[in-house]
């Protein structure tokens, strides 16, 4: 079993729409959690740390449910510009990331 | 701005040659790490470093070596490249050990070994 696991996609939405990418992680002792997002062909940047609350960063919303070892990113009126891979990722303690394959993300007009 | 530079963008090398990917952070992080990243498989650690001439192996260190003799400068070195170490290499940084601190990539070496 992976230590971090994402549906692969693609998921294709139309510009507008809401979509919501899931991701379980297996070790319980995960310190701290992240969504990445990475475009074609680019290194993979920080869109948003996940706390136990929840948080949300304007049309992005993250969430995380300890207990199921699940996290959640919603995204709202989808931009063109959101197609890119949204990678999971879990820090398993001083700063040793665990990387989802990540979740392909189609916006069309 | 942090900024997080590799050598080559593209690197095309042959069976059995010494590689170096070199790794330069201009922020004065402690943290630098590598990564290799292939389809379905995702990002992989090969090595990272805490500080200055240390080094920790990673999940997928074989084949691999690292040196950190400056603060901002991570190099990794294939002493003997192989085909099965075509791949993405990026290179990162972060601050500080905490939890919740930010690494920021560089913007990788595609490396072919033929």
């Known amino acids: 079993r992976k230590e971090v696991e994402q549906d692969p996609g693609p998921f294709n939405v139309p510009e507008g729409a809401t979509v919501a990418f899931n991701c379980t992680y297996s070790n319980s002792a995960s310190q701290s959690f992240f969504w990445y997002r990475q475009d074609c062909r680019k290194e993979p940047k920080l869109l948003m740390s996940?706390?136990?609350s929840g948080n949300e960063d304007g049309r992005f919303t993250a969430q995380l449910n300890r207990a199921s070892q699940y996290i959640s990113l919603l995204i709202r009126d989808s931009k063109l510009s959101d197609s890119a891979t949204y990678l999971c990722v879990v820090n398993t303690g001083f700063q040793k990331l665990v990387f989802g394959t990540g979740t392909r993300l189609l916006v069309s007009p | 701005d942090v900024k997080v530079t590799q050598s080559s963008r593209y690197l095309v090398k042959r069976t059995g040659e010494k590689v170096f990917l070199e790794c330069v952070q201009d922020?004065?992080?402690?943290?630098m790490f590598w990564y290799r990243q292939d389809p379905g498989l995702g990002l992989r650690l090969i090595y990272f470093s805490y500080d200055v001439k240390m080094k920790e192996k990673g999940d997928i260190p074989e084949g691999y070596s690292v040196s950190r003799e400056k603060k901002e400068r991570f190099s990794l070195i294939l002493e003997s490249a192989s085909t099965n170490q075509t791949s993405m290499y990026l290179c990162a940084s972060s601050l500080v050990r905490a939890e919740t601190d930010t690494q920021y990539f560089g913007p990788g070496t595609r490396l072919t070994v033929l």
């Open positions: 922020m004065d992080h402690e943290n």
């Open positions: 996940v706390y136990s």
